[in-house]
């Protein structure tokens, strides 16, 4: 089955202590990407990937750091989490300009304390 | 700079009613559209993707038609159902290919 998967779903931590968020996808897609959605701001977009080792900011990619070392995962990584990045992830790949098309993750809820 | 507008911002309908969501963008220059539902809480799950050379698509009780002279989208929801209840989100992608733009949503509430 074709899909986008995010771990942790759920998580609730500290200021200050580093975390990651894994975004594993089994489509075989070049193109990776993260947003955040925060109610009343809609959802916005962190980083992205073109490629392997190909990484670029998106909207508000202050306070994240992503890599990309092989083309099915794409980490979120918080190296000091604060109160502001509280926030619903969700990770998405797509299938490149053959149709275009967006395939998200369920999401991963961030609380920082 | 692309900007996606969603009007109306909520809607309440009784079951059975035929309704229309509303997307607009202001940047004709898109690869493609693609409508999504989301469930609270929950993740995006992909409804109709229209290509920028198509007019419209269709699955099932959905309709969506893309006009991009005019900058416009709708989503056309045959006979609601309660189960129909959910944040509608319109999302382009740009020619650029790096970026897509998401709609701030439309939550739709279909009462029994």
């Known amino acids: 089955e074709a899909q986008v998967t995010q771990n942790p779903r759920y998580l609730i931590t500290v200021t200050g202590k580093k975390l990651t968020v894994t975004c594993s996808q089994n489509m075989n897609h070049e193109y990776m990407s993260w947003y955040r959605q925060d109610p009343g701001l809609g959802l916005r977009q962190i980083y992205y990937?073109?490629?392997?080792?190909?990484?670029d900011k998106g909207d508000v990619p202050e306070g994240y750091k992503v890599s990309r070392k092989e083309k099915r995962n794409f980490p979120l990584i918080l190296e000091s989490p604060s109160p502001n990045q509280t926030s619903l992830y969700f990770c998405a790949s797509w299938t490149g300009l053959n149709t275009g098309e967006l395939f998200f993750g369920e999401g991963s809820r961030l609380t920082v304390l | 700079k692309q900007e996606v507008t969603q009007i109306p911002a909520a809607l309440s309908v009784p079951e059975g009613e035929n309704l229309v969501l509303n997307c607009s963008f202001t940047?004709?220059?898109?690869?493609?559209l693609q409508w999504f539902r989301q469930d609270p809480g929950k993740g995006l799950t992909s409804l109709l993707l229209i290509q920028s050379s198509q007019r419209e698509q269709t699955s099932g009780r959905l309709n969506a038609s893309l006009d991009k002279s005019s900058g416009r989208s709708t989503l056309y929801i045959a006979a609601s159902q309660p189960g129909d209840s959910a944040t509608y989100l319109c999302?382009?992608?740009?020619?650029?290919?790096?970026?897509?733009?998401f709609g701030p949503g439309t939550s739709l509430s279909v009462i029994p």
């Open positions: 940047d004709s220059a898109i690869y493609n």
């Open positions: 999302a382009v992608l740009e020619t650029s290919y790096d970026k897509v733009i």
């Open positions: 990937s073109m490629n392997v080792e190909v990484t």
